[in-house]
């Protein structure tokens, strides 16, 4: 893959094990920044008692970008895994949980229903 790739990739377009491991990596960059935030206390103000913090709306985007990645790995839609990249991702959820742990649970079901949603759409032709 020629352009970069981030956490916001389509996951269709990862192509090779290092498109994926550079995805990974990408997840794991914004992980360590958000639970960077927690410790630090940044990013945890609401502006409305209903609204998610900046550090909800980090965790929960990196988490449903994951649980629908996730979702095709294990139907084995994208390329495997390298070593490597088991070995990050077996660091993600770790990173997800210290990061908001209710937020990370939410949003990687998500991720995964919605990841399931769009290949019943795919199946249908549309």
Same mark, same amino acid.
């Given at each position: 893959?020629?352009? !970069? ?12 094990? !290092?498109?994926?491991?550079?995805y ?19 990013? %945890? ?5 209903? /609204?998610?913090?900046?550090? /909800? ?6 988490? /449903? ?8 790995? %294990? ?19 770790r990173?997800?949980?210290? #990061? ?21 759409? #795919?199946?249908?032709?549309?």
């Amino acid at each position: 893959m020629n352009t !970069q790739i981030n956490s916001r990739t389509n996951v269709f377009d990862l192509k090779t094990s !290092q498109d994926v491991l550079f995805y990974l990596c990408a997840i794991e960059s914004e992980l360590y920044t958000a639970r960077a935030y927690r410790r630090l206390g940044l990013c %945890q103000e609401r502006e409305a008692p209903c /609204e998610l913090t900046d550090l /909800e709306n980090i965790v929960v985007s990196v988490g /449903e970008a994951f649980g629908f990645f996730l979702y095709f790995l %294990q139907r084995d839609v994208l390329p495997t895994l390298s070593e490597a990249g088991r070995e990050v991702l077996s660091n993600l959820d770790r990173l997800g949980n210290d #990061a908001g742990k209710e937020a990370w649970a939410w949003s990687m079901s998500n991720g995964k229903v919605n990841g399931e949603a769009d290949e019943a759409i #795919a199946a249908l032709g549309f």
